[in-house]
């Protein structure tokens, strides 16, 4: 006698041994049939099991954190669909069975939630639904899921010299996931960031329903643009509006020592960065150098939408103290600056944007904060001290605000760090011997430095950005987590677009389907009326 769905469910409540993984892989290929059409592709081509030889290589092939290859809480199967039906086919099946959804668009989840979990799950790796269509006619684009943000770089450049997307500076990066979480980068001064400029999008929901803006509801749209999309559904496509970019923009990095003067520098960064000109980017990456030399340096990474003529005169009135030169700065189009940003040479082959993967990776941690408040000299000091004394790669972000960020309502969209943040801190320690006792010590630091930071970023709540995701500051449970539980950490991220962003959950996924260890909660009524 064949076992039941509910049989396999109440094996799902507890550890799940070979055996019972090998049922539910079996019930799920066998529900999985009877729910696709005649286009999709073959079984075998789509699914990858435990059992199958090619399980790792596709699971650890967009892992981008390392400190997860030898976790436990890895997928039952992975789902590699080609075409929509099979990830509405998955999404039926999950429920049925009683199984989590994950979905990897591409493996960047600073905490690994698009991969790992403690739950009995299926895992969809979008990286076979990543079509990029520009239309210049309208000057937007359709990008599926799956795309990186290399690839929708490569894409504009190869149609229009004078268009440009305001997203991230790491070209490997899903557009599925970064979009739903916001997407700031280099030219948000001057554009804000990715998810400002969705004009539409193709969602699957729950019951495996496809929504595009109209029919998922203007609510639905509003919150899966930077409001943590997975707790909505499965994104399949952002049509995004394209912004005019220069025919020249000039790139600079200028890098100071502490005997050089880089603390009084950054000091004075940050009243000038979020106050330049909104065609001028100025960054700063503060690191060690990675080993136990304990020496620091400062590099001030600059884009600047314009010539080198027009900059040096910008810089002198704004920032003389900085020293910069015409020898410093070097012109490019746009999207050579994206390959320099991302580490490359300006005129290396741009084909090497469409490269979604390293050939060594590093484990890391990050954490995330707001500044609201110049913070002192004395202040930024200890930071520094802290960093020099970190014994492998250990760095502090620092991204300026203001501009066009300064006029968008915090309320526009779910991303909610407008007006009156400076800058966005990021904290990244990685290290290379992928141990349990190593990663503990790292991520001491991590915590450390975060501590020491509390009385000079914002307050009530200590802000954080959504797509820096950071398991410290709370994760919902494995069941019923309730709001006033999930306001430990979502307030962090959408301050007061948190509750908008539960009733909208409530209404459109009643049943929770879409969860995470940090996604947005069901909003009860008991909860409701405590908050």
């Not at 009530?460 to 494995?478: I, T, V």
């Not at 409530?506 to 909860?527: A, C, G």
Request: aromatic share 10%.
């Amino acid at each position: 006698m064949q076992m039941s769905y509910l049989a396999v469910f109440l094996i799902l409540l507890l550890p799940i041994s070979c055996a019972a993984s090998a049922l539910v892989e079996k019930k799920f290929k066998e529900c999985l049939i009877t729910q696709l059409d005649e286009n999709s592709e073959s079984i075998e081509k789509i699914i990858f099991t435990k059992s199958s030889s090619q399980y790792p290589q596709v699971l650890e092939a967009l892992e981008q954190n390392p400190r997860w290859v030898n976790s436990s809480r890895k997928p039952l199967l992975i789902l590699t669909p080609f075409h929509e039906s099979e990830i509405q086919a998955a999404i039926r099946c999950s429920k049925e069975l009683g199984l989590q959804l994950r979905v990897r668009s591409g493996g960047h989840d600073y905490e690994g939630l698009s991969y790992l979990t403690k739950a009995p799950f299926v895992m969809v790796e979008l990286i076979n639904i990543r079509s990029i269509e520009v239309n210049l006619a309208d000057e937007t684009a359709w990008v599926q899921a799956g795309a990186s943000l290399g690839e929708l770089y490569y894409k504009i450049s190869k149609e229009s010299k004078v268009h440009g997307f305001p997203a991230g500076t790491c070209p490997s990066i899903g557009i599925g996931g970064h979009i739903s979480g916001g997407g700031q980068g280099t030219i948000m001064r001057k554009h804000g960031l990715a998810a400002d400029h969705v004009v539409d999008a193709y969602l699957i929901d729950a019951d495996g329903k496809i929504h595009d803006r109209k029919s998922m509801g203007e609510d639905v749209f509003w919150a899966i643009r930077g409001g943590s999309a997975t707790s909505f559904g499965v994104i399949l496509a952002w049509k995004i509006s394209l912004v005019r970019v220069p025919s020249i923009v000039t790139v600079f990095n200028v890098e100071r020592t502490l005997e050089e003067g880089a603390n009084n520098l950054i000091h004075k960064w940050q009243y000038t960065a979020p106050e330049l000109h909104e065609d001028l980017f100025i960054r700063i990456v503060a690191q060690n150098s990675g080993d136990k030399s304990k020496t620091f340096k400062a590099t001030f990474n600059s884009l600047f939408l314009g010539g080198i003529d027009k900059l040096i005169p910008l810089m002198n009135e704004s920032f003389p103290e900085l020293g910069l030169q015409a020898k410093d700065c070097t012109e490019m189009n746009w999207i050579q600056s994206v390959m320099v940003i991302a580490g490359f040479n300006k005129d290396d082959p741009l084909e090497l944007l469409l490269n979604r993967t390293t050939t060594f990776k590093s484990s890391f941690k990050a954490k995330s904060d707001f500044v609201k408040e110049p913070i002192p000299k004395t202040g930024l000091e200890g930071a520094w001290k802290m960093v020099v004394e970190e014994d492998t790669l250990a760095m502090l972000i620092l991204e300026p605000y203001g501009g066009r960020m300064n006029e968008i309502s915090e309320s526009e969209i779910p991303f909610p760090h407008r007006k009156g943040n400076l800058y966005n801190i990021q904290y990244l320690v990685k290290w290379e011997v992928n141990s349990m006792e190593e990663s503990k010590r790292h991520l001491h630091w991590a915590k450390m430095i975060y501590r020491y930071m509390t009385p000079y970023v914002s307050k009530s709540p200590r802000a954080a950005y959504f797509n820096y995701k950071d398991l410290d500051l709370g994760k919902n449970k494995p069941h019923n987590t309730s709001y006033l539980e999930a306001s430990v950490w979502g307030k962090k991220y959408f301050k007061g677009n948190f509750r908008r962003l539960a009733q909208i959950k409530t209404k459109f996924d009643p049943q929770d389907f879409f969860k995470n260890e940090q996604s947005i909660p069901l909003l009860n009524s008991h909860h409701y009326s405590r908050v």
